[in-house]
């Protein structure tokens, strides 16, 4: 059988040269698309943020909640879309979106419920866990 050579195999200072010549290249690209975009975007942001807070403070907070709405919008838009391609119906959709909700915020609350329970029985262990050591040491 015969061996095929592959490209990456080759060790040669000269291939060697390239690749590095590549990544020095990418770098520089990057490094340079990083500074044009920080200083055409990030900066003018930074500067009016500096000069104007409250006026960026009410646009930035109505920013943050438009996109939260957009999300949950265009989540629950596909999750109704994905029950209606499955054949659910429009009573059973409804069902759904009204009964989820329900299930997970039930389920947030055990799982804190839990957790408190967790915290409470470690706070018991430990709390006791300075007399146990006494009784041990024999020091009663």
């Known amino acids: 059988m015969t061996e095929k050579r592959n490209n990456l195999d080759d060790n040669s200072i000269i291939t060697k040269i390239k ?4 990544i020095l290249i990418f770098t520089l690209i ?4 990083a500074a044009l975009l920080s200083d055409l975007i990030f900066f003018p942001i930074t500067y009016y943020s500096v000069s104007n ?3 960026f403070n009410i646009v930035f ?3 943050c909640l438009f996109f939260i709405i957009t999300i949950c919008s265009l989540l629950l838009f596909l999750k109704v879309r994905s029950l209606h391609r499955d054949g659910n119906s429009t009573g059973a959709i409804i069902k759904y979106i009204f009964l989820r909700p329900i299930q997970y915020l ?3 609350l055990l799982s804190l419920i839990l957790i408190a329970a967790l915290i409470a029985i470690l706070y018991i262990i430990f709390s006791k866990n300075y007399y146990l050591l006494y009784k041990i040491s024999g020091s009663a």
Do not use: N, T, W
């Not at 690749?19 to 590549?22: N, Q």
């Not at 990057?30 to 698309?33: G, H, K, L, R």
């Open 61 to 63: 907070k109505y920013a």
């Open 30 to 33: 990057a490094a340079a698309v």
């Open 19 to 22: 690749e590095l010549g590549l």
């Open 53 to 55: 807070i409250d006026v």
């Open 106 to 108: 039930g389920f947030i």
